[in-house]
């Protein structure tokens, strides 16, 4: 076992108990959602040097000009994809350092998870192997094609902001599916949900949020 999974003082289990009842107090209700947060070891996905910071309720830099979400906008969404619901086939877009997917990866049977930036990419699959998490695929792609041999999945979950919702993500979803992201520019973002109807895909909006944005194209092994 990594000895670095449990932690200690500022990275404790007592410190991420704390965290919990902060994102209890904020809003969230799911006790699965809550679990999960609560065993997922965040203080492993960043550097060592904001290790103490890790338990904060906010967002932290993993660099190449990406962050690792703050755990009231991973619990938010997971919880907006999964309410009364238990979607078993889920599509990530955007891996970063691998903590959103490891909260998923505790939740849902199969995750498919796409990032961009191939450095992060290595690093993801790093974090995860040390958690023993064996559900998830994943794919060095565009986020914006999707991952459409994989699907049609029950839920997309989708870590950066995109001027509007891209219809290819859109057709990847299963009936009764849901896709959960961040729209809109810089300062006028926005979190939504899309549920899959018979008659179409039915928009909900959230509330405001800030994110990176989802960029087309990939990144390299050498940040090229």
């Known amino acids: 076992m990594d000895p670095r999974l449990d932690g200690i003082g500022l990275t404790s289990a007592r410190t991420r108990d704390r965290l919990v009842e902060r994102l209890r107090a904020q809003g969230i209700h799911d006790e699965t959602v809550l ?3 609560r065993d997922v070891p965040r203080h492993i996905f960043i550097d060592e040097a904001l290790a103490s910071r890790a338990y904060e309720d906010t967002a932290l830099p993993i660099g190449y000009g990406q962050t690792i979400s703050q755990p009231y906008i991973v619990a938010r969404m997971t919880e907006a994809m999964l309410e009364r619901r238990s979607p078993r086939t889920v599509l990530e877009v955007g891996t970063g350092c691998g903590y959103q997917t490891a909260v998923l990866a505790g939740i849902v049977p199969r995750l498919f998870t796409i990032e961009r930036i191939a450095p992060l990419l290595a690093r993801a699959k790093e974090n995860l192997r040390a958690l023993g998490v064996d559900n998830v695929r994943f ?18 979950l989708v870590a950066a902001a995109p001027p509007e919702v891209p219809a290819e993500l859109l057709s990847q979803l299963a009936p009764g599916g849901r896709l959960v992201m961040p729209v809109g520019p810089e300062g006028r973002q926005v979190l939504v949900r899309y549920t899959r109807r018979e008659t179409g895909c039915v928009r909900e909006e959230l509330g405001p949020v800030s994110f990176v944005p989802l960029l087309a194209g990939v990144v390299g092994p050498a940040g090229r």
Do not use: K, V
Not at 146 to 152: L, T
């Open 35 to 37: 679990a999960r947060i």
């Open 139 to 156: 794919r060095h792609g565009d986020g914006y094609e999707g991952w459409r041999a994989n699907g049609p999945y029950d839920g997309i």
